[in-house]
């Protein structure tokens, strides 16, 4: 359960502040409101904590952006999730490369949002090994392809038994693409399952390919992070991806059994 987590929704447009305040105290939530990445700090250097942080990028003086880099310099340990009219994809890559957990359009529905901020609070609450490994738990939900598991109750995904540290969105595009193992997945359907169906990306009508590669490419580079071998994700030119197929018997190609540990 995640009601009665606390929550700090940080922006500095008082409407869009109060308006997500009240909304997710109606979901049982605790919420403070905050005008600016330096309220923040000084919030949480006076003691106050949070179980998560929804944070807006253009605030003032001090940026999302840079109140995130300050948390992390000063070793903060909350969940950020970046709410922001910013679009493009190189606002998402800063920061997700700076720690944020996801990054989610204001136009998006608060429903979304919703379902965003129950899965991170719900993958933090689930422990896992103390070494990063996949948790017993009772396997209910459990997905297994391969090498690959994962847990789609918590959007968490683990390679060889160790936990890959995707952010929401990346957990959704492998979860879609190793679900249908075997099949090429089109740039469009891939784009769709984090934008939604008919969205626009960029001023051409191919923006939304190279935002695909984007994700794909931030997807390997992880997985490689922790197996430098690692080549499921297959890249069909000019169509799409597919995650590799697995033989019968649950081995890999090459002949490795799933679940064994590899390079």
Not at 79 to 100: C, K, M, N, R, W
Not at 132 to 139: E, L, M, S
């Amino acid at each position: 359960m995640t009601d009665g987590a606390r929550i700090l929704v940080v922006d500095d447009d008082s409407i869009i502040r109060e308006t997500l305040t009240l909304n997710l105290e109606d979901q049982g939530f605790e919420v403070d409101g905050l005008a600016s990445g330096e309220a923040l700090l000084e919030h949480l250097e006076a003691g106050g904590g949070a179980d998560l942080i929804l944070l807006d990028w253009k605030m003032g003086r001090l940026s999302g952006l840079d109140t995130l880099r300050e948390m992390s310099r000063r070793g903060v340990e909350v969940p950020v999730i970046f709410l922001t009219s910013l679009t493009d994809q190189i606002y998402e890559e800063a920061a997700l490369a700076t720690g944020a957990l996801d990054f989610i359009d204001k136009s998006r529905s608060f429903s979304i949002l919703l379902h965003r901020v129950r899965t991170v609070l719900a993958g933090r609450r689930v422990a896992g090994g103390a070494d990063g490994t996949a948790a017993g738990g009772d396997g209910q939900g459990i997905e297994r392809i391969g090498g690959l598991t994962l847990d789609p109750d918590v959007g968490r995904a683990y390679w060889r038994d160790q936990l890959v540290p995707l952010t929401l969105t990346e957990f959704q595009i492998v979860h879609a693409l190793a679900a249908a193992a075997g099949r090429d997945m089109r740039y469009r359907e891939i784009y769709d399952l984090v934008h939604g169906d008919g969205f626009r990306a960029g001023a051409s009508g191919d923006g939304y390919r190279a935002n695909v590669r984007g994700f794909i490419k931030r997807i390997r580079r992880k997985f490689e992070e922790m197996d430098p071998a690692f080549s499921e994700i297959e890249n069909y030119p000019g169509f799409g991806y597919r995650w590799r197929a697995q033989e019968p018997g649950g081995r890999e190609p090459g002949g490795q059994k799933a679940g064994e540990g590899g390079a």
